[in-house]
Structures are given as structure tokens and as C-alpha cells.
């Protein structure tokens, strides 16, 4: 009895000191990994964007296209989070639950102008450039209200399509955006399966293979973004959605502001 208690207890000992191994190399595994992605973040190319959206301004047209287009209360409340966000610079905590939903609407309500569209997606393309804006856009989880537009660009306007465009360009300011554009999870919609990488790289290829010059450029500085990222060597899956020889168009990439 005593020589198996003895032996119950050391295979508890042996156990514990095996999970006590196993959480120290995990703790150490992520620590690792941390210092990678610093290292990441502090080595990484800068991305090309577009940064003359003042903000005041592009609100400004946003609240002059939308005119006499009826708003709810929430809608209201919502344009007012985006005026706090955007221009008053405050935290994305000031964007509700439900201005995302907000956005949907005004994207996807064909009583609302194309006009409104334009300005709602370059006030949209300012905000991107905000360190915190990943958190606005992982609300859009649910409804993929950004990137379900972003499918279609092929048949919106050429003025949406070049301000979705920059949109998508300028989401790669921040690392935790630009990954964001790369998710490979998929959701089922009409048409088929879809995900926020395959979104962007319609975008991009639809852009990159414009007739308008402003639209090119901006097409060539997601290609020239994606480039850059680290998953645009590993990832199969986007380099066959890219169309070929797409990568050697980088080199003519500028960051000129579109037209």
C-alpha cells in the first residue's frame, strides 16, 4: 500500500512538473512570437496611402451629399459618432453598436445617392488611417456590411468604385487593419462563399486594370501594400487571385491624391 502511494504521488509530481514544463514553453512560445511581431511591425516597409482627406472637409461633403436624405434617430446619433471619430478625434469607443449598421445602409439603399456613397467612403478612407480603426471593423464580423460592397465593385459607379478603392488602399496604414483585409475566413452569400481577402483583391485587380489613371494609381498601391505583406509570399490562395505579372506593377506605384 505504502509502495503504491508512493508511486501515485510521484506520477502526480511527474504530472505536474510536465505541466508546469509545458505552460512555461508556451509562456515562452508567446513571448517569442511577441518579439517577432515587434520586430515585424518595426522593420516592415511603409505601406503606400493616401492622406489628403482632411477630415473636416470630406465630413463636410458627407453632411452636404446626404441633404434632404431622411435619417432616423439612430442614423443621426451614428453620423454624429462618425463627426466625434473622424474630426473631433476621439477614440473609436465613440462609434456605437450600430453605426456600422448605419454604414450598411447608406452603401446598399438604392434610394440613397451615389453621391452620399462617395462621401460616406472617403470619410471612411480618412478614418482609416486611425491607429484604433481595427476595432470599428471587427463589428463587422456579422453582416460584412464593408467587404460584401467591397465584392461588387465591379459594378458600382466609377466615382464609388475609386473611393471604395481608396478605402481598401488606405486600411493598410495600420497593421492591425491591413490584416484585417487579408482574413481567409469565409462566409456563404449569393454567388458563393466569400472572404475580406478575396474582396480585396477584386478591388485591387478591378482597380489595377482601370481606364482611369487616379484609379490606377491607387490600384497599384494596394498591389504594391499586399507586396509587402508577409502573407503575400506564404499564401497560395492570394497569389493566385492576383492576376499575373500584377506584382511587377508596383514599381510605377506614387501616392499622389486621386483625382
Given at each position: 500500500m505504502a509502495e503504491a502511494a508512493a508511486e501515485a504521488a510521484a506520477g502526480a509530481a511527474a504530472g505536474a512538473g510536465e505541466e508546469a514544463a509545458g505552460?512555461?514553453?508556451?509562456?515562452?512560445?508567446?513571448?517569442?512570437?511577441?518579439?517577432?511581431?515587434?520586430?515585424?511591425?518595426?522593420?516592415?516597409?511603409?505601406?503606400?496611402?493616401f492622406r489628403e482627406l482632411p477630415a473636416e472637409?470630406?465630413?463636410?461633403?458627407?453632411?452636404?451629399?446626404?441633404?434632404?436624405?431622411?435619417l432616423s434617430p439612430d442614423e443621426q446619433r451614428s453620423l454624429d459618432e462618425l463627426h466625434q471619430y473622424l474630426v473631433l478625434g476621439e477614440g473609436s469607443w465613440a462609434l456605437g453598436d450600430d453605426f456600422l449598421i448605419f454604414v450598411g445602409r447608406l452603401l446598399n439603399d438604392e434610394s440613397v445617392s451615389s453621391t452620399v456613397r462617395v462621401a460616406l467612403l472617403r470619410c471612411l478612407a480618412a478614418c482609416a488611417l486611425r491607429d484604433d480603426v481595427a476595432l470599428l471593423l471587427h463589428q463587422d464580423r456579422r453582416d460584412h456590411a464593408l467587404m460584401n460592397y467591397a465584392h461588387g465593385v465591379d459594378r458600382l459607379p466609377a466615382a464609388e468604385a475609386r473611393a471604395l478603392a481608396l478605402l481598401i488602399c488606405n486600411l493598410f496604414e495600420s497593421v492591425a487593419s491591413s490584416e484585417w483585409l487579408l482574413y481567409i475566413s469565409e462566409w456563404e452569400a449569393t454567388g458563393?462563399?466569400?472572404?475580406?481577402?478575396?474582396?480585396?483583391?477584386?478591388?485591387?485587380?478591378?482597380?489595377?486594370?482601370?481606364?482611369?489613371?487616379?484609379m490606377r494609381?491607387?490600384?497599384?498601391?494596394?498591389?504594391h501594400n499586399?507586396?509587402?505583406?508577409?502573407?503575400f509570399f506564404v499564401g497560395k490562395k492570394l497569389r493566385d487571385l492576383l492576376p499575373r505579372g500584377a506584382k511587377s506593377k508596383v514599381t510605377s506605384a506614387r501616392a499622389a491624391p486621386p483625382a
Amino acid at each position: 500500500m505504502a509502495e503504491a502511494a508512493a508511486e501515485a504521488a510521484a506520477g502526480a509530481a511527474a504530472g505536474a512538473g510536465e505541466e508546469a514544463a509545458g505552460a512555461e514553453r508556451a509562456l515562452q512560445l508567446e513571448a517569442e512570437e511577441r518579439r517577432e511581431e515587434e520586430e515585424r511591425r518595426r522593420h516592415r516597409e511603409p505601406p503606400i496611402v493616401f492622406r489628403e482627406l482632411p477630415a473636416e472637409e470630406v465630413f463636410g461633403e458627407l453632411v452636404e451629399a446626404l441633404g434632404e436624405t431622411p435619417l432616423s434617430p439612430d442614423e443621426q446619433r451614428s453620423l454624429d459618432e462618425l463627426h466625434q471619430y473622424l474630426v473631433l478625434g476621439e477614440g473609436s469607443w465613440a462609434l456605437g453598436d450600430d453605426f456600422l449598421i448605419f454604414v450598411g445602409r447608406l452603401l446598399n439603399d438604392e434610394s440613397v445617392s451615389s453621391t452620399v456613397r462617395v462621401a460616406l467612403l472617403r470619410c471612411l478612407a480618412a478614418c482609416a488611417l486611425r491607429d484604433d480603426v481595427a476595432l470599428l471593423l471587427h463589428q463587422d464580423r456579422r453582416d460584412h456590411a464593408l467587404m460584401n460592397y467591397a465584392h461588387g465593385v465591379d459594378r458600382l459607379p466609377a466615382a464609388e468604385a475609386r473611393a471604395l478603392a481608396l478605402l481598401i488602399c488606405n486600411l493598410f496604414e495600420s497593421v492591425a487593419s491591413s490584416e484585417w483585409l487579408l482574413y481567409i475566413s469565409e462566409w456563404e452569400a449569393t454567388g458563393g462563399a466569400r472572404s475580406n481577402i478575396r474582396a480585396t483583391t477584386k478591388v485591387a485587380v478591378h482597380a489595377l486594370l482601370a481606364d482611369d489613371d487616379a484609379m490606377r494609381d491607387i490600384g497599384t498601391a494596394i498591389v504594391h501594400n499586399l507586396a509587402t505583406k508577409e502573407r503575400f509570399f506564404v499564401g497560395k490562395k492570394l497569389r493566385d487571385l492576383l492576376p499575373r505579372g500584377a506584382k511587377s506593377k508596383v514599381t510605377s506605384a506614387r501616392a499622389a491624391p486621386p483625382a
